[in-house]
């Protein structure tokens, strides 16, 4: 956190020193508190002195439709931020008390029932509905999609749940994890027939799934400027070996119009580490970006990104929600995500603020049904992509195949395995502390 001039702001997020940010919340008084839920709730239950809440003016629930699912891990965590937020108005009648905002790009159930009890700010909730759309979109459109800010005047709203995982700052939920996958898809949005950008290009590639790989690699090569590596200058006087195509050399002529930022979207943290590796094999520049990555290493990596260094990163559901990063131009699903609301979210890195932008989805033999379910849900058809074609990745499917036996046997060397097994029983017990505190609770209740 940083200020300008007198504006004073903390950053409050797990895998960063805990005591330094409980400090700077008790004697730097900022302005603005930037936190994950996990760690701000970490605070609050922790030894004293706690975070004074008391004196906010505005508590924003970003993404709001995921801190609002059921069974999503939040409960606790925001249900204790809105206990400290409103504690010290039910003790004495303050002047000015705390207003909720929740935002979302996505109307989920979660807010539909929320939006139910609120009854047009008429209901038990006294809370008002805003919507934020573009000018091009029709109006029945804009009360579909756009950014959604539910304002709460009272702010008890005890059916606002938030998570938990403060060390780990898993605040974005990620399809490998698993940990509620049956409980989210009982009550994760039947998303609310969204309506995407004007200028987002939507489209898929059927192909083989056991070539996967081989298509991707093509699809960073012939559509990211000068093929995903790092530009030569002055600095850099080597590069790594690539298998020649004439048609795509440092000096481009169509260059301008290939993606300067490209971000590719896998399933699991160990895919994202693979797919990473075998990358830096073939001589692609890039950073990946998952749950398994310490708070400083997934800054770093996101500073390399933004910096233009790399151009292409490797990111799990983590990275699909609060990035915006202008200048990506191109979004690839290596796997289609189980749920449409999370497509939406992750093609959403892209086209942002009016400009144009492309997002491509690579369809195997199992994935058809998804992709039609994406289709019904956004009510719009996607194209096939007619500039990667199966010969462009079988000439690199040799190549490839040698890079990911490559990539497979460094994994094995700095044991990923052990840390990934490591972290998911740490999230398990997590799980398990959860929902016994809840137990407990409903008890006592």
């Not at 004697?27 to 508190?33: R, T």
């Not at 606790?76 to 790009?105: E, G, N, P």
């Not at 609060?322 to 189980?338: F, M, Q």
């Not at 497979?408 to 799980?431: A, W, Y």
Request: net charge positive.
């Amino acid at each position: 956190g940083g200020g300008g001039g007198s504006i004073q702001s903390v950053l409050v997020v797990g895998g960063l020193d805990l005591v330094a940010q409980a400090c700077r919340l008790q004697h730097d008084a900022p302005h603005f508190i930037v936190a994950t839920p996990g760690r701000l709730a970490a605070l609050l239950r922790g030894p004293p002195p706690h975070p004074r809440l008391s004196h906010l003016r505005y508590l924003v629930l970003d993404e709001a439709d995921r801190l609002l699912l059921a069974g999503s891990g939040f409960e606790d965590d925001v249900a204790l931020i809105l206990q400290h937020t409103q504690q010290k108005q039910q003790q004495q009648k303050r002047k000015h008390i705390c207003q909720t905002l929740l935002f979302s790009a996505t109307m989920t159930q979660s807010l539909e029932a929320m939006e139910e009890l609120a009854a047009g700010g008429e209901g038990r909730l006294p809370l008002k509905k805003f919507v934020i759309a573009t000018k091009k979109q029709q109006p029945k459109k804009k009360k579909e999609e756009g950014d959604k800010s539910v304002e709460s005047g009272s702010g008890s709203n005890s059916d606002s749940n938030s998570d938990s995982n403060s060390d780990s700052n898993s605040d974005s939920s990620e399809d490998e994890e698993s940990l509620i996958e049956k409980k989210k898809d009982d009550d994760i949005s039947k998303v609310s027939a969204p309506t995407l950008p004007a200028g987002l290009k939507q489209e898929y590639i059927f192909m083989p799934s056991r070539v996967r790989d081989a298509y991707l690699v093509t699809i960073i090569r012939n559509l990211v400027q000068n093929g995903g590596r790092r530009r030569k200058d002055k600095t850099t006087t080597t590069m790594r070996k690539w298998e020649p195509q004439s048609h795509d050399d440092d000096d481009d002529a169509d260059s301008t119009r290939k993606a300067r930022l490209a971000i590719i979207f896998v399933s699991t943290c160990r895919r994202a580490a693979l797919v990473s590796e075998l990358f830096h094999n073939l001589g692609v520049d890039n950073v990946a970006l998952h749950s398994l990555l310490s708070q400083n290493r997934r800054l770093a990596a996101l500073a390399k990104f933004q910096s233009h260094r790399v151009s292409v990163l490797i990111a799990t559901d983590i990275a699909s929600r609060g990035l915006d990063i202008p200048r990506v131009d191109l979004v690839v699903n290596s796997e289609l995500p189980r749920r449409v609301e999370q497509y939406i979210h992750r093609v959403g890195r892209t086209a942002r603020a009016g400009q144009r932008g492309r997002a491509l989805s690579l369809v195997g033999e199992h994935d058809v049904g998804l992709i039609r379910a994406v289709e019904q849900t956004i009510r719009q058809e996607l194209t096939a992509a007619s500039d990667i074609t199966d010969d462009m990745a079988l000439k690199l499917l040799g190549p490839v195949t040698k890079a990911h036996r490559m990539a497979k046997m460094k994994l094995m060397e700095i044991g990923f395995d052990e840390l990934e097994q490591k972290i998911k029983k740490r999230k398990r017990q997590q799980r398990q502390e959860r929902e016994q505190r809840q137990q407990q609770q409903q008890q006592q209740t």
